[in-house]
């Protein structure tokens, strides 16, 4: 799904009042709750494979729920390994 997609599909279920967080590997991303990953496109939860990686960035991107209040964008503390 594009992120433009993404976004919009947000505000409905914020709006339902359910929140939300969008992983995005783009800055600018106009949803509620973004959380940045400085990761390749296709790859938003990292490097294939690494099922540990993966956890942890969901783990984060779920954290958001919680710190943000308000609409923001946050960059997760991850980078790509190779």
């Given at each position: 799904m594009c992120h433009r997609s993404v976004g919009l599909v947000s505000e409905v279920i914020e709006g339902e009042g359910v929140p939300t967080v969008t992983l995005?590997?783009?800055r600018g991303v106009a949803a509620p709750r973004v959380?940045?990953?400085?990761?390749?496109y296709n790859f938003p939860m990292g490097e294939p494979?690494?099922?540990?990686?993966?956890?942890e960035v969901a783990?984060?991107?779920l954290g958001l729920l919680h710190e943000l209040r308000e609409p923001g964008e946050v960059e997760l503390p991850f980078s790509w390994r190779r």
């Amino acid at each position: 799904m594009c992120h433009r997609s993404v976004g919009l599909v947000s505000e409905v279920i914020e709006g339902e009042g359910v929140p939300t967080v969008t992983l995005a590997m783009e800055r600018g991303v106009a949803a509620p709750r973004v959380a940045f990953v400085p990761f390749p496109y296709n790859f938003p939860m990292g490097e294939p494979g690494e099922k540990g990686r993966h956890g942890e960035v969901a783990l984060a991107a779920l954290g958001l729920l919680h710190e943000l209040r308000e609409p923001g964008e946050v960059e997760l503390p991850f980078s790509w390994r190779r």
